[in-house]
């Protein structure tokens, strides 16, 4: 049973005489909305058979009908917002139980690293110990001994060494003395005496010796000239090749003259003719 729109109207205009009439033996509205429901059916009964005498309860009867479907959708949807909160309810604890899992194995990861890592340090100081012992137990390397030879033969006098009379070239002639053969052989160094065509007293030198390619394998600076002509020893074991060349400079003025230069031809021991 549907209430219509005019059944709407004639409620609504209604209301204040119905207010006024006598309604004691009128059902309560719980009833006729249980009728409406059918919850009841004794109390359908009753209500049907006081409806059948008043019109007034048979229209509030056809309201509670007609309304009864809207109610019915907004109970549900009150209702509906509470399910996802009792999910999350249930879910919530299930949640913080595995965050706790998740953290005690980090932390159980964490102290396994930290012994790892201690235990690690202990065997890199166990072997620095080792190393430590071992070195210290192990005999000093012993220097290897100095050829001491050449300073010893050098200490002590030698007779018989090689005596060379160095005469310089002639360059303006353009032409020059046959180098003087010098045997180095049985002495340890050779004495080269540089005669000069035109000696200065207190003159200051460089002298230079150069081998058969022009190479320089030996030189000095700061030589100063006395009374005598400038003598030079030289050690034999320099003098390995044949042919050199001795060039003699002058210093003075901040420059370097090229004063005199001498040929010198070595003899060894093949080379000499000797055993």
């Known amino acids: 049973m549907k209430a219509t729109d005019d059944d709407l109207r004639e409620a609504l205009g209604a209301g204040t005489r119905r207010a006024r009439a006598d309604r004691a033996g009128c059902p309560s509205a719980d009833a006729l909305a249980q009728a409406a429901e059918g919850t009841s059916q004794g109390v359908v009964g009753e209500v049907a058979e006081h409806l059948a005498q008043c019109a007034d309860c048979a229209l509030e009867y056809r309201l509670s009908s007609a309304l009864k479907p809207w109610a019915e959708g907004a109970a549900a949807a009150v209702a509906r917002p509470a399910r996802p909160r009792q999910a999350a309810a249930r879910s919530l604890p299930l949640a913080l139980a595995a965050c706790l899992v998740a953290c005690l194995g980090l932390v159980g990861w964490v102290l396994a690293l930290r012994q790892q890592g201690d235990r690690l340090q202990a065997r890199l100081a166990d072997a620095s110990r080792s190393l430590e012992h071992a070195a210290a137990e192990r005999p000093p390397a012993s220097a290897p ?106 210093l003075g003025g901040g420059r370097r003259t090229l004063l005199e230069q001498y040929d010198l031809r070595v003899l060894g021991p093949r080379r000499s003719g000797r055993p």
């Open 145 to 250: 001994a100095a050829d001491t030879a050449p300073t010893e033969a050098l200490a002590r006098p030698h007779p018989g060494v090689p005596l060379v009379d160095l005469f310089p070239r002639d360059a303006t002639r353009g032409s020059a003395p046959a180098a003087f053969p010098v045997d180095t052989a049985g002495s340890p160094f050779v004495v080269l005496i540089l005669n000069v065509r035109e000696p200065t007293p207190r003159a200051t030198y460089a002298v230079e010796i150069l081998d058969a390619r022009a190479n320089v394998i030996w030189s000095a600076e700061g030589i100063e000239a006395g009374s005598e002509p400038l003598t030079l020893a030289v050690p034999s074991r320099l003098l390995s090749g044949e042919a050199y060349q001795i060039r003699l400079h002058r």
